[in-house]
Every structure is written in C-alpha cells, then in structure tokens.
C-alpha cells in the first residue's frame, strides 16, 4: 500500500502560480509513477500531468503544456506540480496518484492504484 497525501491547494487570481506537493508513504521501496489529476464541478476526474520513476518520461494533458510542470523528488517521496499562469478553468479539486512502473510505459496511460484525498484548487477571474 502507497499512502499518498496533497497539500499546496488554495485561491488564487487568475494569473497567479500555486505548486501542489505529493508526499508518498507506506510500500514505498519498488519504483513507482506518479500523476496528477483533476475533478472540475460537474465534470469527470482528467489526467494532467504524469511522470516516470526516473523522471526522464513525462506526460501532459494539452490544456497545460507549458503552463504546468511536474517534478518529483525521489529522496522524499515527493512529487510536485507547479501550475504557471493559472485560468479559472483550471478550478477543480487536484489528485495526485501512484503506480507500479512498467518500463516503457508512458505515465498518461496507466490505471492508477493509489490515490490522495485531494486539494482544492480555485483560480477567480
């Protein structure tokens, strides 16, 4: 089991930046990838953002290419999403989520097992 829990979340202006931080606990030892996700009101749970074990595959939705950027530090089991020039759009509850790794494998298309209670993101106009 990979305990994983947000924080980084609040209300912003449009424009501003935030960074959400991931902090993985528990079964922690085999390689694993890591992702963010977003639910906006009345709308299904989307892929943002994801990234490999060694950080050298990432993956991004097309609403946030260059605007947002993953990153993860290994030695904390903590991985990071910071979110540039942020639109009101962008408004949902963030989710960050965990994986086994399977080499070659692109972060965007993995069934994630673990996930966090959320954090709330709210960018006002």
């Known amino acids: 089991q990979v305990q994983l829990v947000e924080s980084g979340g609040g209300l912003v202006q449009a424009g501003d930046s935030l960074r959400l931080s991931c902090a993985a606990s528990?079964?922690?030892?085999?390689?694993?990838?890591m992702g963010w996700f977003r639910r906006a009101p009345g709308k299904e749970r989307e892929f943002v953002a994801g990234?490999?074990?060694?950080?050298?595959?990432?993956d991004y939705a097309d609403s946030v290419k260059g605007r947002f950027t993953i990153s993860r530090d290994n030695a904390k089991n903590t991985a990071y999403l910071q979110m540039n020039s942020l639109k009101p759009e962008d408004t949902a509850v963030y989710y960050c989520?965990?994986?086994?790794?399977?080499?070659?494998?692109?972060?965007?298309?993995?069934?994630?097992?673990?996930w966090g209670q959320g954090t709330q993101v709210t960018v006002s106009s």
């Open positions: 528990g079964r922690t030892s085999n390689n694993y990838v």
């Open positions: 989520a965990a994986t086994g790794e399977i080499l070659g494998r692109g972060p965007a298309t993995y069934d994630y097992d673990y």
């Open positions: 990234i490999s074990w060694s950080g050298r595959r990432i």
